[in-house]
């Protein structure tokens, strides 16, 4: 069993930082790629952010030059540094990450439970 527990959400005007923070947990050997996506009310859920074991990142075009995302492999830990929040950035962020479990051939997806960013203008 394997979870992610997301922490960092919250409210903040426009133009405002926040740092959300997601930690896996459980019968882990390895962790490929770590991610952010969001989705907001009647919209599907959209890729925000990826990071990949060696450390190379995308983002989605809207987010460019204000998010960043890292990781930290020895936590188990990907962050995701929120600056310059615009009210359209409102929306609850999931967390996901690419897990190979001890003794597993395969890797499987692992979602966390959502953490809810409100931007007001």
């Known amino acids: 069993q394997v979870q992610l527990v997301e922490s960092g959400g919250g409210l903040v005007q426009a133009g405002g930082s926040l740092r959300l923070s997601c930690e896996a947990s459980?019968?882990?050997?390895?962790?490929?790629?770590m991610g952010w996506y969001r989705q907001a009310p009647g919209k599907q859920r959209d890729v925000v952010a990826t990071?990949?074991?060696?450390?190379?990142?995308n983002y989605a075009d809207s987010v460019k030059g204000r998010f960043t995302i890292s990781r930290d492999n020895a936590k188990n830990t990907v962050y995701l540094q929120m600056n310059s929040l615009e009210p359209e950035d409102t929306a609850l962020y999931y967390c996901?990450?690419?897990?190979?479990?001890?003794?597993?051939?395969?890797?499987?997806?692992?979602w966390g439970q959502g953490t809810q960013v409100t931007v007001s203008s």
């Open positions: 459980g019968n882990i050997f390895s962790i490929n790629a």
């Open positions: 996901n990450a690419n897990i190979k479990h001890y003794g597993s051939t395969y890797n499987f997806n692992y």
């Open positions: 990071v990949t074991s060696g450390g190379a990142t």
